[in-house]
Each structure stands twice: as C-alpha cells, then as structure tokens.
C-alpha cells in the first residue's frame, strides 16, 4: 500500500505544478505564492483543531526549524518561478536530483557512512543535471537554474526536518510549511515591485486546484512514509518525472529534446542506485 500512496502523492504533486504554472500567465508569482500558502495553512490550521494539536508550540523556534524555514522559502520561491518561466517537463526533471543532494547533504552535515560507490552515483546523477542545463552551450538558458535553486532548496528543507523535534507532527510541519510559502511570495512581491492582479472565475480554480492537490499531495505523501518501508517506497518518487513530463507535454505543448532524456535517465539510474546500494548496508 506504501507504494501506491507515493505513487498517488507523485502524480498529485505534479497536478498541483501544473495547476500553479497555468495560474502564472496570469498572476504575478509573489501572489500566486501568497494565495497559495495562506490557502494551504489554513487547511493544514483546520486539520490541527481537529486532531486537537496547539497550533504554535516552542519547538516550533527551533533552529532546525528555522533553518527549514529559510530552505523552503528557497526551495517553494524558485520552482515556482522555474515552473512559471521555463518548461514544466524540465523543471519536474531537474527537481528528482533533490534525493541525491539530500543523501551527500546527510553525509556532510550528519556524518552518515555513504561509500565511494554512492559518491559516484551522486556525481552521476548531477552530471545528468548539467547535461539539462547545458551550461556554455547556446542551448543554456539562465533561467534554468531557478529550478536548480529550488531543488537545492528543498533538499535543505528535508535535512533540516530530519533535526527537526520529534514532538512536531506532519501537520504542524505541514502548516508551517504553508506559512513560509507566504513569506516567500510577500518578499518577492516587495523586490518584484508588480500590482496584485484580481483573479479572474477561471485563475481562482487553478488556485484552489493547487491548494486542494498540494494538501492532499502532502497527506499522501506522509501516508506512504508511514505505511511502507522508505526503502522500498522511495523510489516511486520518480513517478512524479513521469507525471510532470506528460503534463508539460500533454497541457503545455512542450517538447522532449534528447539531452533531457539523457540527463532525467541519468538522474533516476543514479537515485534507484543509491537507494539500491543503501537496502544492501542494512
């Protein structure tokens, strides 16, 4: 059942992508976010009172929990501008490198034992990240490193949950979560300077297609941390590859070159190793 809850949590999160790049050709990102976070809190606000959890404890000042905050900031402010300005195919590509980095992250900063053979695959699957990108190439677009950005982003956000207090549970996280989803969009609203725009019948559903996709995406993807071993669940985050390739292709028109395909090959091959490589030093 793991397996399917993740598959489940892949393909909502990429419905939840796609619902925020269509609402961005017709609002600025800053509200977008705005929107999006104080849509997703409140949810996550509701979900608290019900289970009768506080919705402020002390734990919640942390310093892992600031640092999650910062990292989630990054991470949400720049994938969103990625999946606004540049394909949503590539964007959803570059982000399946978070695993990778959060594995040499957990090595760096938590001392995990990660062998030479992991390394490699690391190097690899970032080695597929460059190949996307194509730096100093005149296919490079400079836009194409917001969503490298933003991946980064949310593999700090994940190492820094991992130090989070265990007396913080997923909702409170969740709604935090949200909650710096609202600060990102209100300083880049300031440094972008643009008028909010009202919504028009058709914007308002991508909005509350996006909140309603990103909180169920959430709760999917917590169900199937629970429900399954993370080893043999974890892979089928590349589901989301898959599901955000055939939207931006399907819904955006967008088209697969074959150095995307080479480097999303090599990223996956170099994520499933890892993970493999980790199962057999248990």
Not at 31 to 59: H, K
Not at 247 to 271: A, D, Y
Request: aromatic share 12%.
């Amino acid at each position: 059942m793991g397996s399917i809850w993740m598959i489940a949590a892949m393909a909502i999160f990429a419905v939840e992508d796609a619902f925020l790049k269509a609402a961005s050709t017709v609002l600025p990102v800053g509200q977008i976010l705005m929107i999006f976070g104080l849509g997703g809190a409140a949810l996550f606000a509701c979900l608290a009172r019900l289970n009768n959890e506080p919705l402020f404890v002390p734990d919640i000042l942390s310093l892992p929990m600031r640092i999650r905050v910062v990292f989630e900031i990054a991470g949400r402010l720049f994938y969103v501008l990625a999946i606004a300005l540049t394909p949503l195919s590539a964007a959803t590509v570059i982000l399946q490198a978070t695993p990778l980095v959060v594995v040499a992250g957990a090595a760096l900063v938590f001392g995990e034992k990660v062998g030479w053979r992991r390394w490699f695959a690391i190097f690899i699957g970032l080695i597929g990240v460059v190949v996307i990108v194509q730096p100093g190439t005149d296919s490079f677009s400079a836009l194409s490193i917001l969503a490298v950005i933003g991946m980064i982003g949310f593999a700090g956000r994940d190492l820094a949950s991992r130090a989070a207090p265990a007396t913080l549970s997923t909702v409170i996280l969740g709604l935090y979560g949200f909650l710096a989803i609202v600060a990102a969009g209100a300083l880049f609203a300031v440094w972008q300077g643009v008028p909010f725009v009202g919504p028009d019948v058709g914007t308002w559903f991508y909005l509350l297609g996006a909140i309603l996709a990103g909180v169920v995406a959430y709760s999917c993807l917590m169900k199937a941390m629970r429900t399954g071993e993370v080893s043999a669940v974890t892979p089928f985050r590349y589901t989301r590859l898959l599901f955000g390739i055939t939207l931006g292709v399907v819904l955006f028109n967008e088209q697969l070159s074959p150095t995307m395909i080479l480097g999303s090959g090599l990223i996956v091959f170099s994520g499933l190793f890892i993970l493999w490589r980790g199962k057999l030093a248990r």
